[in-house]
């Protein structure tokens, strides 16, 4: 009994000397720590949290989500869906694509366009009533 006490006392002195030498560091929970970002805390200029999906609408001048729009095309390079508004009397379109956010005028029946400095962006009905969404550089 007497061996196992002082076994058990130099083991327990061992245990402490190997991690309580200067070479030991207690460890910085601080730095470990990854960043952590608080979901929905990403608001833009006008309150639309875009990690939800929302987006500010010129036309609405609301947060919306517009993969939630009643209307979407496919995109130019026919990858993605784009996103379409109407604006209340038909004047204006608004687009929510890949390419950018865009308002275009209405131009002639059926036609929407915007130019911009190198680029123009089209909405055009053909005779089906299908529409088609072009994005120029």
Not at 30 to 55: F, R
Request: glycine share 6%; with cysteine; aromatic share 10%.
């Amino acid at each position: 009994m007497r061996y196992f006490s002082g076994a058990l006392f130099y083991m327990i002195v061992l245990v402490f000397a190997s991690c309580c030498g200067s070479k030991c560091k207690k460890p910085n929970h601080k730095e470990s720590l990854p960043a952590v970002t608080i979901v929905g805390a990403d608001k833009d200029e006008h309150g639309c949290i875009a990690s939800a999906g929302y987006q500010w609408s010129e036309l609405r001048k609301d947060c919306i989500r517009p993969f939630e729009l009643p209307m979407s095309i496919l995109s130019p390079d026919k990858t993605t869906q784009t996103g379409v508004l109407f604006s209340a009397d038909s004047s204006q379109v608004e687009i929510f694509s890949v390419q950018g956010h865009f308002i275009l005028e209405r131009t002639a029946l059926g036609h929407y366009e915007k130019r911009l400095k190198q680029q123009s962006a089209h909405l055009d009905r053909s005779q089906i009533g299908n529409w088609n969404w072009v994005f120029e550089n």
